[in-house]
């Protein structure tokens, strides 16, 4: 089912305006017009998969606006949590609706973040994200290397977090940087090399993960990433030096 040319118009920029906001600015107000213009314009012409990328995007936009509040040191409300899930949830029963394999799991992606990252129920969350790693190839194939890099990544954490297999987290990892990689994005790189390179660490290779994590700065610093960005790959990179010089 295709989307509406104006609707994925509209959601391109959104997304672009997104991955300023998330790893540069700290700004979403553009991210959340252009998803709310699109879901508008999806309604009107009864594009119910552009209707479904739109609130998935919206979705999405308030997860950035609790990461914020996290990184900031702030208690996210519970108000804004549920605010995330619903919007999570309806992208979800959308894209069902569709049948479209890579929205879905995208849609299933983003429900596993409200309990991984802001509820911290790894048990809530994985029913959702294992669905949604299994339909990862039909993310790729549809074009969106960042999506299926962002799955591949969550589940890496789950490795790292919860299941402890460092080799799992490592393998991972490594497949989201690969993605990344070939987006050829350099905001986006960072954040994939401090996770493969904290996934080196307890894998007993500090010396890959200083690596990592030296790239990783100089590319944050480059791009101008958000200083909390920046500050998470110094801060590895020191733990990781130190650890090869004790």
Same mark, same amino acid.
């Given at each position: 089912?295709?989307? #509406?040319?104006?609707? *994925?118009?509209?959601?391109?920029?959104?997304?672009?305006?997104?991955?300023?906001?998330?790893?540069?600015?700290? +700004?979403?107000? &553009?991210?959340?017009?252009?998803?709310?213009? $699109?879901?508008?314009?999806?309604?009107?012409?009864?594009?119910?998969?552009? +209707?479904?990328?739109?609130?998935?995007?919206? %979705?999405?936009? +308030?997860?950035?606006?609790?990461?914020?509040?996290?990184?900031?040191? *702030?208690?996210?409300?519970?108000?804004?949590?549920?605010? &995330? &899930?619903?919007?999570?949830?309806?992208?979800?029963?959308?894209?069902?609706?569709?049948?479209?394999?890579?929205?879905? $799991?995208?849609?299933?992606?983003?429900?596993?973040?409200?309990?991984?990252?802001?509820?911290?129920?790894?048990?809530?969350?994985?029913?959702?994200?294992?669905? $949604?790693?299994?339909?990862?190839?039909?993310?790729?194939?549809?074009?969106?290397?960042?999506?299926?890099?962002?799955?591949?990544?969550?589940?890496?954490?789950?490795?790292?977090?919860?299941?402890?297999?460092?080799? &799992?987290?490592?393998? #991972?990892?490594? #497949?989201?940087?690969?993605?990344? !990689?070939?987006? %050829?994005?350099?905001?986006?790189?960072?954040?994939?090399?401090?996770?493969?390179?904290?996934?080196?660490?307890?894998?007993?290779?500090?010396?890959? *993960?200083?690596?990592?994590?030296?790239?990783?700065?100089?590319?944050?610093?480059?791009?101008?990433?958000?200083?909390?960005?920046?500050?998470?790959? !110094? +801060?590895?990179?020191?733990? $990781?030096?130190?650890?090869?010089?004790?």
């Amino acid at each position: 089912m295709p989307i #509406h040319l104006e609707t *994925a118009r509209l959601c391109a920029l959104a997304d672009e305006a997104l991955i300023e906001g998330g790893f540069r600015t700290g +700004e979403f107000a &553009e991210a959340e017009r252009l998803f709310s213009q $699109a879901q508008a314009v999806a309604v009107q012409a009864g594009d119910r998969a552009g +209707e479904a990328r739109a609130v998935g995007g919206l %979705g999405m936009t +308030e997860h950035h606006r609790n990461i914020a509040r996290l990184v900031a040191g *702030a208690a996210v409300a519970e108000a804004d949590i549920a605010a &995330e &899930e619903e919007l999570m949830r309806r992208a979800l029963a959308l894209w069902q609706e569709t049948g479209e394999a890579a929205g879905t $799991a995208l849609a299933l992606f983003g429900v596993s973040l409200v309990f991984q990252v802001l509820r911290r129920d790894w048990a809530a969350a994985m029913p959702y994200l294992w669905q $949604a790693f299994g339909l990862a190839e039909a993310v790729e194939e549809s074009g969106d290397l960042y999506g299926r890099s962002e799955i591949c990544r969550h589940v890496g954490f789950y490795y790292l977090a919860k299941d402890v297999r460092p080799a &799992e987290a490592v393998r #991972h990892l490594g #497949h989201s940087l690969a993605l990344r !990689e070939r987006i %050829g994005d350099p905001r986006r790189l960072p954040s994939a090399l401090v996770a493969l390179g904290e996934a080196k660490m307890i894998a007993g290779h500090p010396q890959d *993960a200083a690596g990592l994590f030296g790239r990783a700065v100089t590319l944050a610093r480059e791009s101008e990433l958000l200083p909390w960005r920046i500050g998470d790959a !110094e +801060e590895n990179l020191r733990q $990781a030096d130190a650890a090869l010089n004790s």
